[in-house]
């Protein structure tokens, strides 16, 4: 296996021959990269290549839908809820009957679907929210209480009745077990017992600004077979900076090609807006429970049936940032698992060879993570660090967080395209 520095882009040139080159450069940079063609760089580096890989392109449905809402009538403009009932609980039963209740044209057009646990901390605040929203059309709101052990279904049926004086309706669903389902459980059940055309997706430590749901549902309505997503502010303001940074800032075509990061999906969960229609398409959400990156499989779902990614260039949401969120009880190497089969996947089954920029410690368990098959494909092991390079083998030393310049420096000398000639990992 060949060692190589980057730091002169002639060695990189003499790689060109075996195939592709995966970046992965600790924290901050890991990438992969199919050696094929070479391109001009054009303007964005995050620019699609092609019309399928557009951000928010109109890709046709591949499957016929996984859920219940594919018995839809043809003629139907707003696609039936999906509505098998949870047994033995008559808290969960969704509304079975509402499509043959409620005229066509009387459809709800937005559901915001809300799981609740435990969050009487916030609920006021984002409840409050919904209400405020400037949508000038028909929205309800979809809480989902998940064995609350707290003041929360109170605080619910408070802001209920609020709500419905303003004209948004409210549906609640619930369980009392001694034990919660977990997220992924909760926002199903809120999704079954709505009746919106478009979800809304919301957690309940969050806060919308009032144009959310507005801004969403128009773009929502010019990207059918995307999720849309928005900016954010974080809160407290100086958490999660670089990650805040990453959120708010990614190029359109970077939404797509950016998908393999240690960050997770290119627009963050609680920011989801989409047609029910295309819900059900991709199917539901995990119900693994505790541990479970519900959102980032669902992710992984949407882009593999050819899913678009668009994001509405407006901070829509106050996203919290605390110790009791549920994303810090999924484990470091259950994403990293998921990630890298998703990169086998998406990736590196199409290429013959590639190379891996990073010597050092990630871009050494990025290689170990790959299948036998994938492994055979490593043609190289690339770094900025001279020292890592010359030693001629690896070390468990600890990389610094960056490069001070020296990996992008390179990196735009190749005239490389992202999302076909490299990806980032890390």
Not at 206 to 221: F, H
Request: with cysteine.
């Amino acid at each position: 296996m060949l060692w190589c520095s980057v730091r002169a882009s002639f060695i990189v040139n003499r790689l060109y021959p075996l195939g592709g080159i995966l970046y992965s450069f600790p924290q901050s940079l890991p990438y992969v990269c199919p050696r094929g063609e070479k391109i001009k760089m054009s303007e964005e580096v995050g620019a699609p290549r092609s019309p399928s890989s557009a951000a928010g392109g109109q890709v046709p449905f591949l499957h016929k839908e996984l859920c219940d809402c594919d018995s839809v009538p043809a003629k139907c403009k707003c696609p039936a809820a999906p509505s098998p009932p949870v047994p033995d609980n008559p808290q969960l039963q969704s509304r079975a009957s509402l499509d043959s209740i409620i005229g066509e044209g009387c459809r709800i057009q937005v559901s915001v679907i809300l799981p609740v646990h435990n969050s009487e901390c916030w609920l006021d605040e984002c409840l409050k929210s919904v209400m405020k929203q400037d949508f000038e059309g028909t929205m309800e709101l979809s809480v989902f209480n998940d064995a609350s052990k707290d003041n929360s279904i109170n605080i619910i049926e408070k802001w209920k009745l609020k709500l419905e004086d303003v004209g948004i309706q409210v549906v609640i669903g619930g369980h009392d077990s001694l034990q919660p389902q977990g997220v992924g459980f909760a926002k199903n059940q809120a999704v079954i017992q709505s009746s919106g055309t478009y979800l809304c997706f919301l957690d309940s430590d969050d806060v919308m600004m009032p144009q959310r749901v507005k801004l969403q549902y128009e773009a929502a309505i010019q990207h059918p077979n995307s999720i849309i997503g928005c900016q954010v502010r974080r809160e407290p303001l100086d958490s999660t900076e670089r990650y805040t940074r990453w959120i708010n800032n990614l190029t359109p075509g970077q939404l797509l090609t950016q998908v393999f990061t240690s960050h997770g999906p290119t627009v963050i969960m609680p920011t989801w807006f989409c047609s029910r229609e295309w819900f059900c398409h991709v199917g539901k959400f995990d119900e693994g429970g505790k541990g479970i990156p519900e959102d980032l499989l669902f992710f992984y779902e949407h882009i593999r049936k050819g899913g678009g990614v668009f994001r509405v260039d407006q901070c829509l949401l106050q996203y919290r940032y605390h110790p009791q969120a549920a994303t810090h009880s999924v484990l470091e190497e259950t994403i990293w698992n998921h990630r890298v089969r998703f990169l086998e996947d998406r990736a590196l089954k199409h290429w013959t060879s590639f190379t891996i920029w990073n010597a050092g410690k990630q871009g050494r368990k990025l290689y170990r993570s790959l299948s036998p098959a994938n492994q055979k494909k490593v043609a190289a092991f690339c770094d900025v660090d001279e020292n890592k390079i010359a030693k001629g083998f690896y070390t468990y030393q600890e990389s610094k967080d960056l490069t001070g310049g020296g990996f992008e420096e390179n990196l735009a000398t190749l005239d490389l395209k992202e999302g076909l000639d490299y990806h980032h990992f890390n």
